[in-house]
C-alpha cells in the first residue's frame, strides 16, 4: 500500500464505527450502558495507539477485534460475580423481557423506516458497508464514486438515521 492510503483519521475512520462497535458490544453484553462504556474504551485504547494505525492492515478489524474482547471480559466478570440461585432463576434471566423484544422490534422498525427514506445512493452506501460490510474501496468501485465520497455520503447517512431516531425518541413522531 502507498504512504496515503495508509493514513488514518480518527474522526473519518475510527469515529464512524461507533455503531458497529456498539452493535458489537451489546450483542455480548444485552446491556446499553454496558456496551456504551465498552466503546468509550475501545475508543481511548485505540486513541492512545495512534502511533500504531499506519501498522494496522485494518483499523476497522483491530476496532471490532478490541470492543469484542472487552465485551468478553466484562460479561466474563459479570457472569463470575453473578450467585446462581437457582436453575428457574438462571433460565429466567436468559429468557428476553418481552417488552423489552417489544422495544427492539419498534427500533429496528424505526431504523429501516428512517433507511428507506435516504437518498438512494445513501442507501445503497449504507447497505454496501454496513449490512454487507463492503470496504470503502469496494463501494466505491460498484458505485464509481471516489472513496472519499463514499466516506461522506456514509457519514451523511448516518447522520441522518441518527437524528431521525432520536427525533423520534424524543417527540413520538
Not at 464512524?16 to 475501545?42: G, M, N, S, Y
Not at 495507539?49 to 501498522?55: F, G, Y
Request: hydrophobic letters at 35%; glycine letters at 2%; charged letters at 35%.
Amino acid at each position: 500500500m502507498n504512504e496515503e492510503m495508509k493514513q488514518i483519521s480518527f474522526r473519518d475512520d475510527i469515529l464512524p464505527l461507533k455503531d458497529k462497535l456498539f452493535r458489537v458490544a451489546l450483542r455480548i453484553t444485552f446491556d446499553r450502558a454496558e456496551a456504551e462504556d465498552i466503546v468509550q474504551e475501545t475508543l481511548i485504547k485505540v486513541w492512545n495507539k495512534r502511533q500504531e494505525w499506519s501498522q494496522l492492515e485494518s483499523v476497522e478489524a483491530y476496532c471490532l477485534t478490541l470492543t469484542k474482547n472487552l465485551a468478553i471480559d466484562m460479561r466474563e466478570r459479570k457472569d463470575s460475580q453473578t450467585v446462581e440461585l437457582t436453575a428457574d432463576h438462571d433460565r429466567l434471566q436468559n429468557e428476553p423481557n418481552p417488552h423489552e423484544v417489544l422495544e427492539q422490534k419498534e427500533r429496528l422498525r424505526i431504523v429501516h423506516q428512517l433507511i428507506e427514506q435516504l437518498p438512494e445512493k445513501q442507501r445503497q452506501i449504507m447497505q454496501l458497508r454496513d449490512l454487507e460490510e463492503k470496504s470503502y474501496q469496494d463501494i466505491a468501485l460498484a458505485l464509481d464514486i471516489s472513496e472519499e465520497q463514499v466516506k461522506i455520503n456514509l457519514f451523511r447517512a448516518r447522520q441522518k438515521v441518527k437524528q431521525g431516531y432520536l427525533k423520534t425518541q424524543m417527540y413520538g413522531l
